[in-house]
Each structure stands twice: as C-alpha cells, then as structure tokens.
C-alpha cells in the first residue's frame, strides 16, 4: 500500500488535481496560492487554510490570540500572493469539548485583529468537536485588481528573483521557543507574521512583475515553485540574501547557520518575485520610497537547466512538507 508519505504533500496535490473536472468559470484551479473564478465581470479569489494543534502550533509556545493572528495572516497571504484584494472569511473551528471558553474567544480575538486590518468580514462558519486539539479552517475570499493578478508561474528567462521583508525570521523564533532562547523579535516573527497585502497589490500593478507567491513553505522551494511552474530553474545568491540583526546575533550566539533559516524557514509570509531585469534599480527605488518593507534580489531565472541551485551549486536543503518525516 502506497500512502501520502510516500509520495509527500506536494505530488499528492497533483494527482488530487487530475481528478477535478473543467468548468468555463475557473480561471485559475488547483495548484496556485488562490483559485481563480470569473464571476459576471468579476474575478474573485478563493484560498482555504487549515491550521492544526500540534502541526502548526503548540499551546505551551503560543498564546491564544496569537494562534488566530497566524491562521488569518497565513489565509489573507494567500491573497497577497496573487495581488489581489481581501474581502470575506468563512471561519470553522473544531476543539474538544473540555476546551476552556475563553481561550477559543481569544483565538477568534486574534482572527478578528488581524481580518480587520485589512477590512475583511466574516460571514460565517462552522464549530464542531474535536477528538484531541484544536483546529482553525478559514478560508478567504478575494479580488483581483480589476483584470490583472499574478501567478506563480510567468517568470521568464533572465527575470531576477526578489524577496520582500526578512526571511527565516519566523523559523528562528520557532527555535527560540524550542530552546528557550530569549530573542523577542523572532519571537515576534513567528507568532504575529504580517501579511503583505498592499506590498502585493503594488507589485501586481507592474508590468515588470512577472510572477509572485508568498514564502510559507520555506525560500528554497517556494522560489522552487515559481521556476517549475514557469518551465526554469533559479540560481540563489547565498552572498546576496537578507540577513536581519537580530537574526544574524542569534545564530553567533548559539552556533547556528543564519542561511539555513533565511532559505529553509517557513511561515515568513514575505513575497518572493520574478521581476525583470530592465530598470529593476528603478523599481527598487520607487518600492522603498512606497514602503518601509526592505526589498532585496537573491537571485535569477534561468532556462540552462531546472530546480534551484545555491551559488549555481545543487543543495540537499529543502524547506517544509506536509507528510514528510
């Protein structure tokens, strides 16, 4: 017998994905950060989210309110990844029975501080039993800015590969907490990531923007969806890659290697892009004079060969997988 383990998360989305019919209104199915549905003259975006005690968070490291600040941020990036527009949630939640009352009201208080940041309202959702802990199911519905929105796949041969914000932050707060590290920033990272909603609709208005997702999953094979699903390999700089203070202090202090979170750590929720080349130090002035959110390139598309390389090396790192030991 052959089980999801054997073939991990993401070969699993592809053979759930041949069994979905066609339909004239989709245009954007299975495989992408949101579905894509053609409403009147409306494009309207669908993601859902899942997030489950003990998979994505332990109670002992998280606050209540800060298990829904992460299960909203991580429903409204996928939003952000196509540049579109959040609007309304449905929210589900399943929790033992013995679960106390106000730490569920707690977790839908953090829900709603982050969903009202971005005007989001809630219509509806589900409450049921759960046999062990508790789980969060959201799902988010969007809009495209007018016509326009950002796959994963369009980046083209020679596009360079950009970063917003400071990646590994989240997964070194992770160890932080593991270990019992003081390191409040990362810390911080980790339990309130920010969306970056408005940073998405910018780059989506772009023509020089050419493909987008956000970083959940880890920089590696984020930036690995991107050139599969546009037919190219990518080529990281490890020179080149944001390194945070706090983060770099962290791993003298206790011996770690600050590279291996900024390319393997997930939950960051920053955006990862192929822009082109031509006038990139234009669009790299007129962001920063945008936003405060630091932008760096770390990277380039290519069409010599597929998969990601690290300084034009092959790497053994990967970054998370459902499914996998």
Request: aromatic content about 8%; glycine content about 10%.
């Amino acid at each position: 017998m052959r089980t999801v383990h054997d073939i991990g998360e993401f070969r699993l989305i592809e053979r759930l994905s041949r069994l979905m019919p066609n339909a004239p209104f989709v245009v954007e199915g299975i495989g992408d950060d949101c579905g894509v549905v053609r409403m009147g003259e409306r494009l309207l975006l669908a993601s859902s989210d899942m997030f489950i005690e003990d998979v994505h968070f332990r109670r002992d490291h998280i606050l209540p309110s800060n298990i829904g600040w992460k299960a909203a941020a991580s429903c409204i990036s996928d939003v952000a990844a196509m540049g579109g527009t959040p609007t309304f949630c449905l929210v589900s939640i399943a929790c033992p029975p013995s679960t106390d009352l106000q730490f569920v009201e707690q977790v839908y208080k953090g829900i709603l501080s982050v969903l009202s940041r971005f005007g989001v309202v809630i219509l509806g959702g589900d409450t049921t039993s759960s046999p062990q802990g508790l789980v969060i199911d959201m799902t988010v519905i969007g809009q495209t800015m007018g016509p326009h929105f950002l796959r994963r796949r369009g980046a083209r041969n020679g596009d360079l590969l950009a970063i917003t914000g400071w990646p590994g932050m989240s997964a070194a707060g992770f160890h932080a907490l593991e270990h019992d590290h003081d390191a409040p920033t990362l810390v911080a990272a980790h339990q309130q990531p920010r969306p970056r909603v408005r940073e998405g609709q910018w780059l989506c208005a772009r023509p020089s923007i050419h493909a987008l997702i956000d970083v959940s999953d880890g920089l590696l094979q984020d930036a690995g969806h991107i050139a599969k699903a546009s037919n190219l390999g990518v080529n990281i700089d490890s020179n080149g890659l944001p390194i945070h203070s706090d983060l770099d202090r962290y791993c003298q202090m206790h011996g770690l290697d600050a590279h291996s979170f900024v390319l393997t750590g997930g939950e960051d929720y920053e955006l990862a892009f192929a822009m082109s080349p031509d006038q990139h130090e234009r669009s790299l002035q007129d962001f920063h004079h945008e936003f405060r959110t630091e932008l760096t390139i770390i990277g380039e598309f290519t069409n010599e060969w597929s998969g990601v390389r690290v300084g034009g090396e092959e790497t053994d790192w990967t970054g998370f997988q459902h499914f996998a030991e």
